[in-house]
């Protein structure tokens, strides 16, 4: 090892080292060079591009939902609210792994697996990438303090504020009000180009009753605006706005407090009210019992609630009873005896002698009387029009009825909106049947018969009328002959809304106005006519309604009616033993009007009151009728009718001078 | 700047000037040094406080790392070089003893068990001490021996170099690995290893790599070779920061977007932004212009550096400082081609202005043994 200091030459080692250095040296500057060319490469050359896809990945233009318009009843009461709720949402693209992330979530608060399908359904509907899908509606503090905490294990999940739809009357205003509920898929593909961008971002639609029909009107225009999102998808900042235009307010001639009186008249029945003012056609109380809970479907509601709505077979909640059918049953008679005054088949002095049963010439069949199967037996008597009424008097109006015939019937009832719908905005209602030659041939194909007319004219057989239909003739009858067709909206942003009714209803015409006063006055006798000496010749309903009140300070017009559900034959019926069951006994129906036969002042309300399986028509479906006019005219208008007499009298006299 | 020939010149002559320049002698310190690694560290501390997004806190610890740093180059500038010469052998070996316990006791963090918890130390990564360790080693062993050197010194140069490298491998610690390593084969360049050895070394390695990226490569380290290629393969993946810090880069334009104003970074699209990914920060908000700022005051310090080897009075001291500012280039160059898209991603930090911890001081430690290199050399 001696020789290795000798061998070491220093100055050519220094030499060695500095040309070694040297070409360091030049290796960095070409490295440093080449990194420059990248460099300008990606500021300089590509500036545009990079520039663009910087703003790409930070700016979003996305949509802002309108307030949805309120719904406010003719006291100025809120009937559909928006309130503010926190949502739990994903953006489905800025999650790595779906399950993974539900998972996870689900160890922090809890999802049911009805929220999973549900958020998977949302998910399956045609959405625009990069929109944010709710998984939770209405999150709570402490749900939202869990999510809060663990953002960052949490790309894609975001809380969202939203307003959404509240019913502060819940059940009261379900079916005429109607409930939003989110959008469908059916209703995503029915969307024209301007709707689906206009639903751009909003969750919901009204599905039903007042909300869908001025679903226009409600929602509003969508609005817009850019923002910067970071890269966890969360807004940092608004950087351009355009308003969304807020739907519009509307009010309603919904009256909630006769709502509210409606449906506790109906007590544990099963049924629907409609109650119209007569003056302006406003449908002041449209109730069907039992109601639901429209905010349920509001945030989704859950398989398991849902599915107790739509099982219950008996009480069929979800079922619009106020808008669908029934057989009228001896309601129809006023109507039937003014087209027999009008086409004069009977006069004032008409009568029959009635032996209880009704039989068409050459047939065997005996049409018997349904008001008297459960009373004593034979028949009214002596019988004209009037009695017919008050009495309602079956086998008057079967003879009246084979004489009028169908054609005329048919004619004559589809004056007062029989078999067709004459609501201006609620146009789900259904039509019912007025039955008719053409009618039978096209949709049983069978010709008409004559017994088929016989059972038409109680308002049985074919015929089948909503309660709406039959609030909206009583209406008419109240107005004598005046058509004011029946509508929910009043005001659109405290403006008086008047409907511009491209086909609109003529009114009943009769030879001699006299006709009305004598129709009036037969259907007060129903209510007002009391027990005297002869047989039978009280008002049906004046047991249930004017002596339960004798001091009843108006009176009231009306028609009560029973229909047969099934045909259960009269030894059952009058046998003490067998017990009807419920869902087989008749429906029990009332129509009436109020203030009648005032020279003062003209009816205010018009009621149809429908009873499933109520059995009696005047002591079941009456009484309610008579507290929802009582609660109108004295609570709500607070009429006073005393004075109006008196000033009344006061006119009179002043006349008489 | 020229205080060698300055020194000579003015012999005698001015007073004040010599007593300046003794202070800074006395202090064994170098004062370009010194103002480029200053400046640096400043515009670093600025640039992190906009990529942590104005946290005061961030900022601060840094800071402190730096002061710390500081203050451990001027100590080990009173050393004389040539004590770190004598004890070269027995630093390795403890080096390598630490890398061996680490196996042993060593803590992991961020997948990494590099970490040593000795009792009454902090505790700290022996694989960083190797950083230098290494090239002071290979700067005594081939400084003693005739250059260029011969073929079996570079064979016992290879081991000394591979068995460290080898250790910290082990830890999962490749960035670390790769780095000792260069500082090692670093003195070998600069020692005259003759050019066809290199050549064919580099031949042989290019001809390797493909056997190592089929039979060797962890699947993490092929997504990196493959997404360096086309980060498009899978853009939220493997190529989501390469494809975000290009258009951090790229959207700085000529002048940036200001300070404060980077809406890839302030925006969190860019992952590691204080850390490794900090030049995207520092090329989106001051562009093209604060980039070739930052290149030029690397340059000064680079050219400052190799001149205190080419003057070194010694062969240990001119290979020693040799690796030391070849190894800084060697971090300055790899992650700011990494984080433009020249070379594929690997985890390095760009010195001076990424946040950390160990990595710092050791970075100064280097820059303590240049000083002592180039004060030390004429007082004897």
Redesign the interface.
């Known amino acids: 090892m001696a020789g ?1 200091w000798q ?2 030459d ?1 100055e050519a ?2 030499a ?6 040297a070409v ?2 030049v290796f ?1 500057l070409l ?2 060079a ?3 060319i ?3 490469n ?3 050359s ?2 545009e ?3 663009a ?3 790409g ?2 700016l979003h233009s996305q949509y802002v939902p309108p307030a949805r318009g309120l719904i406010y009843d003719n006291r100025g009461q809120l009937l559909a609210d928006n309130q503010p709720i926190f949502n739990l949402t994903i953006v489905q693209e800025q999650v ?1 792994d779906l399950e993974e992330t539900l998972d996870y979530l689900d160890s922090l608060i809890d999802l049911s697996d009805d929220e999973r399908e549900q958020f998977t359904n949302r998910l399956r509907r045609n959405r625009v990438p990069f929109t944010s899908v709710p998984l939770r509606y209405v999150l709570s503090e402490v749900d939202k303090s869990k999510i809060a905490v663990n953002n960052f294990k949490l790309p894609g999940i975001a809380i969202e504020p939203q307003f959404v739809r509240q019913y502060p009357f819940a059940d009261l205003t379900a079916h005429s009000v109607g409930y939003v509920s989110e959008i469908n898929r059916a209703e995503l593909e029915s969307f024209d180009e301007e709707e689906r961008e206009n639903y751009g971002g909003t969750n919901h639609i009204g599905k039903t009753g007042i909300e869908r029909t001025y679903e226009d009107l409600l929602h509003g225009r969508v609005g817009y605006e850019i923002v ?5 998808g969360q807004v ?1 900042r608004r950087l351009d706005r355009t308003d969304p235009i807020a739907g519009k307010n509307i009010s309603l001639y919904l009256d909630s407090q006769l709502q509210i009186v409606a449906e506790e008249a109906l007590g544990g029945f099963r049924g629907a009210v409609v109650a119209i003012d007569p003056n302006t056609g406003g449908i002041l109380a449209m109730v069907s019992k039992p109601g639901f809970d429209p905010n349920l479907f509001v945030t989704g509601i859950s398989t398991k609630n849902y599915s107790v709505l739509v099982t219950d077979e008996i009480n069929t909640p979800l079922f619009d009873r106020s808008t669908n059918p029934y057989p009228p049953g001896s309601t129809v008679k006023p109507f039937l005896g003014l087209g027999g005054l009008q086409h004069g088949l009977v006069d004032y002095e008409f009568t029959i002698e009635d032996p209880g049963y009704f039989r068409l010439p050459g047939v065997s069949y005996r049409w018997g009387d349904y008001t008297l199967r459960t009373a004593i037996g034979g028949g009214h008597g002596h019988t004209n029009l009037q009695k017919a009424i008050y009495q309602s008097c079956d086998t008057f109006f079967y003879d009246l009825g084979n004489r009028m015939g169908i054609d005329t019937m048919h004619s004559f009832m589809s004056q007062f909106g029989f078999g067709e719908n004459f609501a201006v905005d609620i146009n789900y209602a259904r039509t019912g049947v007025l039955p008719s030659r053409d009618w039978k041939r096209e949709t049983r194909g069978e010709p008409w018969y004559p017994g088929d007319t016989i059972n038409s004219s109680i308002g049985q057989g074919y015929m089948w009328a909503t309660p709406l239909q039959l609030a909206t003739a009583a209406s008419i009858i109240a107005n004598k002959g005046k058509v004011v067709q029946p509508r929910m909206l009043k005001a659109i942003d405290g403006e008086p809304y008047l409907p511009d009714i491209r086909d609109p209803v003529s009114d009943v015409l009769v030879n001699d106005p006299d006709y009305w006063r004598y129709i009036e006055e037969s259907m007060t006798m129903v209510v007002h006519r009391a027990y005297n000496d002869v047989f039978r010749e009280y008002g049906t309903a004046y047991e249930a309604i004017a002596m339960e009140d004798r001091e009843m300070p108006y009176r009231m017009a009306g028609k009560s009616g029973s229909a047969q559900v099934v045909g259960i034959s009269q030894e059952i019926l009058q046998s003490e033993d067998i017990q009807v069951s419920d869902p087989n006994k008749d429906h029990a129906l009332f129509i009436s009007y109020a203030p009648a036969e005032s020279p003062n002042i003209k009816p205010q309300i018009a009621i149809a009151v429908f009873v499933e399986n109520g059995e009696h028509g005047s002591s079941v479906a009456g009484p309610i009728a008579k507290s929802i006019t009582d609660a109108y005219l004295l609570d709500i208008l607070q009429i006073d009718f005393a004075a109006l007499d008196s000033a009344g009298d006061e006119l009179i006299a002043l006349v008489d001078e | 700047m020229n205080n060698q020939d300055f020194i000579r010149q003015s012999d005698g002559l001015d007073s004040q000037s010599r007593y300046t320049q003794s202070i800074w002698r006395t202090l064994h310190t170098d004062p370009p040094l010194l103002v480029g690694i200053s400046v640096l560290c400043g515009f670093g501390l600025f640039v992190l406080f906009s990529a942590s997004g104005g946290d005061v806190s961030v900022v601060r610890r840094q800071g402190l790392t730096m002061v710390v740093g500081f203050v451990v180059m001027i100590i080990v500038a009173q050393f004389n070089v040539h004590f770190f010469r004598q004890w070269a052998p027995t630093l390795y070996a403890a080096g390598v003893g630490l890398l061996g316990l680490v196996l042993v006791i060593g803590v992991e963090a961020n997948g990494a068990k590099s970490w040593l918890d000795l009792p009454g130390l902090p505790s700290f990564q022996p694989s960083e001490l190797m950083k230098f360790v290494v090239p002071m080693l290979m700067a005594w062993y081939l400084a ?5 050197p011969r073929f079996k010194h570079l064979f016992w140069s290879a081991v000394l170099i591979l068995v460290p490298a080898a250790l910290i491998i082990i830890q999962n610690d490749t960035g670390t690995a790769i780095m000792v390593t260069m500082s090692g084969i ?1 003195v070998v ?4 290893i003759r050019w066809r050895i290199v050549i064919a070394g580099f031949i042989a390695l290019l001809l390797a790599s493909p056997a190592w990226f089929i039979f060797l490569a962890q699947e993490h380290q092929k997504n990196r070779i493959l997404t360096f290629f086309n980060p498009y393969r899978d853009p ?1 993946g493997a190529g989501y920061n390469i494809i ?1 810090s ?9 002048y940036g977007k200001g300070w404060g104003e980077g ?2 970074s302030h ?3 860019i992952p590691e932004s204080n850390t490794d990914f900090i030049l995207a920060v520092l ?1 989106e908000e001051f ?2 212009l604060g ?2 700022f930052l ?1 030029s005051m690397y ?1 000064f310090v ?1 050219v400052r550096g ?1 001149y205190i ?2 003057v070194a009075n010694d ?1 240990f001291s ?2 020693l400082a ?1 690796s030391i500012i ?1 190894t800084f ?1 060697f971090y300055v ?1 790899v992650n ?2 990494m984080v ?3 070379l594929p991603v690997i985890g390095l930090p760009l010195p001076l202005m990424s946040r950390g911890g160990t990595s710092v001081v050791t970075l100064f430690i280097g820059f303590g043994l240049l000083m002592s290199i180039q004060t030390h050399g004429y007082s004897r």
């Open positions: 290795k061998l070491k220093h080692e220094r060695l080292f500095s040309h070694r250095l360091a040296g960095v490295l440093f080449a990194l420059i990248k460099l300008i990606l500021q300089v590509q500036y591009y990079f520039s896809r910087s703003d990945n930070r790595a910067e999102k970071n890269n966890r940092m | 003693s021996r005739p250059l260029p670093f360049l600069l020692a005259g939220t975000q290009q258009i951090a880069i790229g959207s700085g334009g000529i809406a890839q925006l969190d699209f090329a562009g093209l980039v070739l290149i340059l680079l190799c080897a080419y062969m001119r290979l040799g070849l280039f160059f700011m081609a433009s898209g020249l």
